[in-house]
């Protein structure tokens, strides 16, 4: 493994004494932004990060998704500007000097926590700060009106062409097991995920079913409470797809929108103003093969979310592999866990690592996330989305 050299965890955000020149100033003159119970329709401009990136005390709009002990979701560096949020790396690859991963979970009978390995792929994640009137993370979805999380993002990954794992990595830049970014909307208790991800080539819609509600001792602490909350699941079918839905480069920038139709049954996912995806019948796999990167198995069962949370990203991903691809690393090691994306239940999927060596978990690779802005919305179905905004460029640096 790469030793890459990390500031301290205070300094990591954006240095104390921003941070608490942060916290006066939301505690003395902001509040964050809320959808009011009974509320249907509204649009809010959650942030623009023009009073920085605040996750802590009175006013903050975003808390850190998980912390178990020490392995917490801040792996990285956040600064804000005139154009936004910009999120890197927290540690330095001492040759390239680029923006370097340090945290790192092992399987689960390593780890020290008993929690699922599958949270390595969680490098720095930040959720918004909201919960619905559920009483869980997230914002109601009403039937007759479109749940949406849109942002304006761009991104892109360091470090990936020094991965260990030789021929059974085609294009570094455009896998999304190694190095990620991203924006998400989850349900919280079916663990019903919808993502936009980056790589430096290509866009990518994930829609996943997380397999932490089967059996959640295996999750990590701040989620169990979630799943208390919802009926008992069974072993549900778990999975991830990623499917590519357009060309990039590194240096652009990104209209995303997700929205949820609850009455429909439905989520879209717009990039720059276009439809380019959906999906109808939520917690079942899709017709196709194709683009599963993960199989747990399971009886596919569907899902209607009463609330959706959303959040940003960045992640290693070294279990996936689609079909025609050599799954690299076993990051959990619970029995009857990965299946053939190829083949599917009973049969086994098998992983270039099975132990999850740390330094094919962590040789240097690392991410930078940027976001010009979020907003969250809901409106009544059938009832557009301003398009204008989809085209305007993002602001000059400070």
């Avoid at 276009?274 to 194709?290: A, C, F, N």
Wanted: hydrophobic share 35%.
């Amino acid at each position: 493994m790469v030793e890459v050299s990390t500031p301290s965890r205070r300094d990591a955000r954006t240095g104390p004494a921003l941070r608490k020149a942060l916290r006066m100033k939301h505690a003395n003159t902001s509040t964050a932004p809320t959808a009011a119970a009974g509320r249907h329709g509204y649009r809010i401009v959650w942030d623009d990060f023009r009073d920085g990136f605040v996750t802590e005390g009175k006013g903050a709009r975003w808390h850190y998704s998980l912390a178990e002990g020490p392995y917490t979701t801040d792996d990285g560096i956040a600064t804000t500007s005139r154009r936004g949020l910009r999120v890197i790396a927290s540690g330095t690859h001492p040759d390239t000097g680029e923006p370097a991963f340090v945290r790192t979970l092992a399987q689960e009978d390593d780890n020290g926590f008993g929690i699922s390995g599958t949270v390595d792929h969680v490098k720095w994640l930040a959720d918004m700060a909201h919960t619905a009137s559920s009483g869980l993370p997230g914002f109601d979805a009403v039937p007759g009106y479109e749940l949406s999380f849109e942002t304006w993002l761009s991104g892109r990954v360091y470090g990936c062409d020094k991965h260990p794992f030789g021929e059974a990595v085609h294009d570094p830049v455009d896998e999304l097991r190694l190095a990620s970014v991203g924006m998400n909307a989850g349900d919280p208790v079916s663990n019903t995920i919808f993502d936009f991800f980056l790589s430096d080539k290509r866009v990518y819609v994930v829609y996943e079913r997380l397999p932490f509600a089967r059996k959640p001792a295996l999750a990590p602490a701040a989620w169990r409470k979630r799943f208390a909350r919802g009926p008992k699941q069974g072993k549900y079918a778990a999975f991830v797809y990623q499917i590519p839905v357009a060309r990039r480069t590194p240096e652009q920038w990104h209209h995303t929108r997700i929205s949820y139709d609850r009455a429909a049954g439905k989520v879209r996912w717009y990039l720059d103003g276009e439809l380019v995806y959906e999906v109808t019948r939520l917690g079942h796999l899709l017709p196709s093969r194709e683009h599963l990167v993960v199989d747990h198995g399971g009886v596919p069962t569907t899902v209607e979310p009463v609330e959706l949370n959303f959040g940003l990203g960045m992640f290693t991903c070294l279990d996936y592999a689609h079909p025609q691809q050599q799954a690299l690393v076993r990051v959990a090691s619970a029995e009857d866990y990965f299946f053939s994306t190829e083949l599917g239940e009973p049969t086994p999927q098998h992983f270039l690592d099975d132990q999850s060596l740390e330094p094919n978990r962590l040789w240097g690779q690392g991410a930078e996330l940027r976001v010009r802005r979020c907003v969250v919305s809901s409106r009544p179905t059938g009832v557009p989305h301003p398009r204008a905004e989809s085209e305007d460029p993002p602001g000059p640096e400070e």
